[in-house]
């Protein structure tokens, strides 16, 4: 499937994925005022909010091999942060990045891959005319019984999803961790994000599978001992660097006509669209994003990620109110001293 699963109810894969994450050390936080860096005699100075592991350019090289987003799954654990909860997660995704220039072509700026996003293989993606804000909920829930966790990741691709069998698509399946022993290959989480009900098009995953990332988070909470509903959740990283905040380089994306601000139109809200690049006028050459683990050493961020404005709207953390009152959240793992690399999102029951 192109996926690694981590799970069980024992502390020791809590530890193991604790330990894993300080490993997989995350990103500037494309806040040019407070990218984090190694401050003096090796002490790190963690990045300042977003801390996002998508950037365009970086990870398309073929040396970021197993360096891949990882979607890190947390439902309490056996000491002190017990879960009486049962969560069914969906997620909602699309395309991670925009180009620049809203005109139904994709262009990845470091390499030579060219979308036309026509509406015959991409009806979802590209819906309205627009080349992003389209967003498509998987079908496939993502279980979690109370004190299970998971780690889904990619070795190569942006999007752990599952391939399209018997296709010219289903081929190259590179789990992250492919020789990973029982009891971490549960089969529950085997498809990932998967869109089994045929929403997507082929076309559609191929292109998400490696420009693809989840924006939000859908999580029906249940009390697992009654099966009782407690609620609905909806969940989106917090990004206070976004135009009021600090960072300069988030620019507004416009619609077809090349003039509003597009709007990513979802059955929950609307929100306004940015992207981030401090290259706003297309003009080449499309530098990667820079940075260096040295002391000091300055960060150009060029990395097109695309993110929703849903502050104040769209909450990163709620209260679960049932039988044990619990904190949702889904945030960004980060470390030091390689920042972005190896980062993580993170949906958890504290």
């Not at 090349?258 to 306004?272: R, Y």
């Amino acid at each position: 499937m192109g996926l690694f699963m981590l799970a069980a109810c024992s502390e020791d894969v809590y530890d193991d994925i604790d330990q894993q994450n300080n490993e997989m050390n995350a990103p500037p936080t494309f806040d040019d005022d407070d990218p984090g860096d190694l401050g003096m005699w090796g002490i790190s100075n963690l990045a300042t909010n977003y801390f996002s592991p998508w950037d365009l350019g970086w990870n398309r090289l073929a040396q970021y091999r197993d360096l891949q987003p990882s979607y890190v799954f947390s439902n309490g654990d056996e000491d002190d942060n017990y879960s009486p909860y049962r969560l069914e997660v969906h997620a909602w995704i699309g395309l991670a990045y925009f180009d620049g220039t809203n005109d139904g072509v994709f262009n990845d700026h470091f390499t030579t891959n060219t979308f036309t996003l026509n509406l015959a293989n991409y009806p979802n993606l590209f819906a309205n005319g627009e080349e992003v804000g389209n967003l498509v909920k998987t079908t496939i829930t993502v279980p979690f019984r109370p004190q299970q966790g998971a780690r889904i990741e990619d070795r190569v691709h942006h999007l752990p999803m599952p391939y399209v069998l018997g296709t010219s698509l289903g081929t190259n399946a590179m789990p992250r961790y492919a020789t990973t022993p029982p009891p971490y290959s549960w089969p529950a989480w085997a498809p990932g994000f998967a869109d089994i009900g045929g929403i997507l098009t082929p076309q559609e995953e191929l292109l998400l599978r490696d420009y693809g990332k989840v924006f939000f988070y859908e999580v029906d909470v249940f009390e697992d001992a009654t099966n009782a509903f407690v609620g609905t959740y909806i969940l989106h990283p917090e990004i206070q660097t976004l135009p009021k905040g600090p960072a300069k380089n988030w620019h507004e994306v416009p619609n077809v006509a090349g003039t509003a601000h597009l709007q990513g139109n979802l059955p929950f809200g609307s929100f306004n669209l940015h992207y981030y690049t401090n290259n706003p006028t297309n003009s080449l050459p499309h530098q990667s994003t820079q940075y260096t683990n040295g002391y000091g050493d300055p960060v150009a961020c060029n990395s097109y990620e695309l993110v929703f404005d849903t502050a104040g709207i769209i909450k990163h953390q709620h209260t679960i109110s049932g039988s044990v009152i619990k904190t949702l959240t889904m945030d960004i793992w980060q470390d030091a001293p390689t920042f972005w690399q190896r980062s993580a999102l993170h949906l958890r029951v504290h």
